[in-house]
């Protein structure tokens, strides 16, 4: 073999190889952040719940801000 085609195909092997590890710990990466809680804070104190969608809503609200629908007081 030419050397130049020697040196060609290892110049491939290494991006094969390093393009793998990347992918390979960005898959990581996802997998640990995938299950990890919002860094920000949500309340559902006070929330009112819509009956037909599921819509979180103000106590204050008496139609959901979604779908309409009456809410329960």
């Given at each position: 073999?030419?050397?130049?085609?020697?040196?060609?195909?290892?110049?491939?092997?290494?991006?094969?190889?390093?393009?793998?590890?990347?992918l390979?710990?960005?898959?990581?990466?996802?997998?640990?952040?995938?299950?990890?809680?919002?860094?920000?804070?949500?309340?559902?104190?006070?929330?009112?719940?819509?009956?037909?969608?599921?819509m979180?809503?103000?106590?204050?609200?008496?139609?959901?801000?979604?779908?309409?629908?009456?809410?329960?007081?």
């Open positions: 073999m030419d050397e130049t085609l020697l040196l060609l195909l290892a110049l491939v092997l290494t991006v094969v190889i390093a393009s793998i590890a990347v390979k710990s960005r898959t990581q990466r996802e997998a640990l952040t995938a299950g990890a809680p919002s860094r920000f804070a949500a309340s559902t104190e006070g929330m009112s719940v819509c009956p037909k969608c599921g979180g809503n103000l106590w204050t609200e008496r139609r959901c801000s979604a779908c309409g629908t009456s809410l329960k007081r």
